[in-house]
């Protein structure tokens, strides 16, 4: 049976009032101006150029100052031990933030993005898009084997499919064990591999140590945890979506590490990966794609809305992609019939191939 693999970014949620990375870019920024850190924003400006970021940079910067101001304050001085040297140029220009100010941002900004995507991940009642949505995969389903994996913080196909998806992310919960042979094996299956707004870390009486688990409504960040894994003197905030800084180390904790495992194993295992509105802006990602896919041994198509010069130069860039691509029509480009480009966006590409399948949508 084909074994299809899905990998869904912001871009593939927009046609359902999922946020565009602007949107949350401006909700970021327009925080840190409440709070009166112009002066972060001009930096990005001069380092990025003007506006020339997203909101992951943004909350990155603030954790970074964070985990300065925290080994400022605990020591009186910048240990040596610390092994990130940016922190000597910023020690001049910020000494005036303290770890509270900066939690308290952090805090905002998280929470912030999380009741943005909470807004339209269980609206989906009587809505046309959902309908082509579910019906998409459910034709799918019965036909192919299909791993959805999602670097967005929403839930929704979880939502739509209920117990007939197998739900990865849930895998520290009591539902599901640490098993990569079992899920890869499974026909149907998801994971967020980036977190998901319905993350919390609490203690496990069993083993006395904090375990991620899922719950059924968001969950604000109301508390701090140290992110265990990776350099000592970086640390790590726990929160229930991975955004911002050192977002690669903080995959090597549970359950994201299983995410990865899966994600790397089903790349190898596909015959075909289906890219929905990827940015390609994930480094940890990228490298499993280029280094686990066969290129050139299965099918890759690409869906999004951007120009097809910008995702042309992506995969020349990131994937050594450098042959041409033949135009099939004015929003669809294919390349050896190995790497196809689809330029209309997600809910168009499913619209197409569900023509003549299913009917309740129209």
């Known amino acids: 049976m084909r074994r299809v693999v899905y990998l869904l970014g912001a871009g593939a949620m927009i046609d359902f009032d999922g946020p565009k990375t602007c949107e949350l870019t401006g909700i970021c920024a327009d925080i840190l101006k409440k709070h009166h850190c112009e002066s972060i924003l001009s930096s990005l400006d001069a380092t990025y150029g003007k506006g020339n970021y997203n909101f992951e940079t943004i909350i990155a910067s603030i954790e970074f100052l ?44 998280i929470n912030c993005i999380i009741e943005r995507v909470s807004k339209y991940d269980y609206n989906f009642s009587h809505k046309p898009e959902h309908n082509v949505l579910k019906c998409f995969f459910k034709n799918d389903f019965e036909k192919k084997i299909i791993k959805i994996y999602s670097l967005n ?7 739509l499919f209920g117990n007939s998806i197998n739900d990865g992310t849930m895998c520290s919960s009591d539902f599901f064990s640490y098993n990569l ?24 009486q069993t083993v ?13 960040l109301t508390y701090v945890l140290e992110q265990e894994g990776g350099s000592p003197n970086d640390r790590k905030i726990f929160s229930p979506i991975i955004a911002g800084y050192s977002k690669s180390q903080r995959m090597l904790g549970e359950p994201f590490n299983f995410g990865l495992g899966v994600f790397m194993e089903d790349c190898n295992l596909c015959d075909e990966l289906i890219i929905v509105g990827y940015s390609f802006s994930d480094p940890h990602i ?56 689809y330029t209309n966006g997600f809910l168009d590409y499913m619209n197409i191939h569900l023509k003549g399948v299913c009917k309740q949508w129209i």
């Not at 509270?100 to 905002?108: G, R, T, V």
């Not at 913080?153 to 939502?159: A, G």
């Not at 079992?182 to 994971?191: A, D, E, G, H």
């Not at 020349?316 to 480009?341: A, C, L, M, Q």
Request: hydrophobic share 35%; net charge positive.
């Open 66 to 109: 964070m985990d300065w101001a925290v080994a400022h304050e605990r020591q009186g001085y910048i240990s040596v031990d610390n092994t990130n040297v940016i922190v000597s140029i910023m020690c001049s220009k910020y000494q005036s933030f303290n770890s509270d100010q900066l939690l308290l941002i952090y805090k905002e900004l």
């Open 153 to 159: 913080y929403d839930r929704l196909i979880p939502h």
């Open 181 to 204: 042979k079992q899920f890869i094996n499974y026909k149907q299956s998801y994971f967020n591999l980036h977190g998901s707004i319905y993350l919390k870390k609490e203690i496990d």
């Open 208 to 220: 006395l140590s904090y375990k991620v688990r899922q719950c059924g409504i968001p969950q604000s």
């Open 286 to 341: 990228n490298s499993i794609i280029r280094n686990y896919s066969k290129f050139g041994n299965i099918d890759i198509i690409i869906v999004d809305k951007k120009d097809v010069t910008i995702i042309k130069q992506d995969l020349t860039s990131k994937f050594h992609v450098v042959h041409p691509f033949r135009e099939d029509n004015g929003s669809s480009y294919n390349r050896d019939d190995k790497i196809r480009i």
